[in-house]
Every structure is written in C-alpha cells, then in structure tokens.
C-alpha cells in the first residue's frame, strides 16, 4: 500500500510570500494528485500530473518520479489561498490514497 | 455540463440504524468512487464502481455497501451504523478509459453524525 507524506502539517504566511508544500510517496505510480479543499469539506482538483511540470494561474505543481517525491508552488499568494492542500496517488480501481493534507493560513 | 452533487448535505442518525447517500456523476462520467473522511484525516477509499459492479474496494467491511446505476448515478448504503462512522463522505466521478487513471471530480460531501 502505497504511503503518502505531505509537509508541512501546518503553514501560516504572510500575502505575497511564495509557497510550498511537499508530497512524497513510497511506491512507484502512474498518476499524483493536488487537491485543495476548504472548510465546509468541498474538494477541488487542482492537478493531475505524471511527470514534468504543470502550471495553472499563480500554482505550479512539480513531480519528480524517480525521487517519488512532488511539490505544490504558490506564487504571490493571497488571503483566499487559505486552504488544506492534499496530494493523492492512485486513481485506478484501488481509488486515491491521500496525505493527511498541509493546512496553509496567508495573512493579509 | 453539471458538476458532481451529493445529497442529503447533513444526516443525523443513531447507532444501529441503516443510511443511504447518494451521488449524480458528472456528465459523461462512468466511474464514481466513494471516500470517507473523518475530522482532521485525509479522505478514506470505501469501494469504486464502474459499469455498475464494483470494480474495487478499500478496507471497509460489508456492511458497507454500494449500488451503481444505468445513469452512472451511485448509492453509498451503511448498515448498523456505529458512531465512529461519523464522517463527511465524497464521491467522486471520473471517465475510465482503457484502463487509464482520470482526473476525479469530487462532490461536496454528505456529513454523517451519528449519535
């Protein structure tokens, strides 16, 4: 079964400052995702990525899938990014196996 | 094209009883997965359906059950509810296509309470 770290838990910044969130996983797989889900438990899927690079806005997301490791980047980051950000792997007929989520707090 | 709704939003149920949550997929969507969440964790696989048969199931036990129909609409059915079952669950919905993994798309959850 494939295990899922995501760091940090936690993260308070100030507007404008740049983000990121790591995700690393243990076993080799086809497909990660980032999600964002806001208090009220909606989930919105940000990403999903199986090499290289994707950006959308102001996140980038990054896998490198021979260190089975991926990052979420957050450029200029706002007040309404405040979020719990998660990362999952998977996607087939054993579903997604998420992180435990990094909860991000910006400041204005 | 319509997104991914789950209904009731909010459910209170005592110990022992039986409840059902149901999802609509998102159009051209024939898969739908099931996830519960417990307070402060990450989502939990239940099972996934495809073409209306499970086509993959977490570590859940049986009373855990689950229907998927002709329209890709999909029932979550837990029998002898126990407290610890309180949670929000999430379906999601994605087009499997060759086998490939697909972007799920998540509704927004039912939150259980059971008392």
């Known amino acids: 079964k494939n295990e899922v770290e995501q760091s940090p838990q936690n993260l308070t910044a100030q507007e404008g400052e740049f983000i990121t969130i790591n995700c690393s996983y243990s076993?080799?797989?086809?497909?990660l995702h980032w999600l964002q889900q806001h208090p009220g438990g909606g989930i919105v899927s940000l990403f999903m990525?199986?090499?290289g690079k994707k950006k959308h806005g102001r996140l980038i997301a990054t896998i490198n899938i021979q260190e089975k490791h991926s990052s979420l980047h957050i450029t200029a980051s706002h007040p309404r990014d405040s979020a719990v950000y998660i990362c999952?792997?998977?996607?087939?007929?054993?579903?997604?196996?998420f992180g435990k989520g990094t909860h991000l707090i910006i400041q204005p | 094209e319509t997104g991914v709704t789950q209904s009731p939003t909010h459910l209170i149920k005592t110990r022992g009883q039986q409840v059902t949550l149901r999802c609509s997929s998102q159009?051209?969507?024939?898969?739908v997965s099931w996830y519960q969440q417990a307070l402060g964790q990450g989502p939990q696989f239940i099972f996934q359906?495809?073409?209306?048969?499970?086509?993959g199931r977490g570590n859940f036990p049986p009373r855990f059950s689950g229907l998927q129909f002709p329209n890709y609409s999909s029932e979550l059915n837990v029998n002898a509810l126990e407290l610890d079952d309180s949670a929000l669950y999430l379906c999601?919905?994605?087009?499997?296509?060759?086998?490939?993994?697909?972007?799920?798309?998540f509704g927004p959850g039912t939150r259980l309470t059971v008392l």
């Open positions: 159009s051209g969507h024939n898969t």
């Open positions: 076993v080799g797989i086809s497909a």
């Open positions: 990525l199986s090499s």
């Open positions: 999601a919905s994605s087009h499997k296509f060759s086998g490939r993994n697909n972007e799920q798309f």
């Open positions: 999952a792997v998977g996607g087939g007929a054993d579903g997604l196996t």
């Open positions: 359906y495809y073409r209306e048969e499970e086509n």
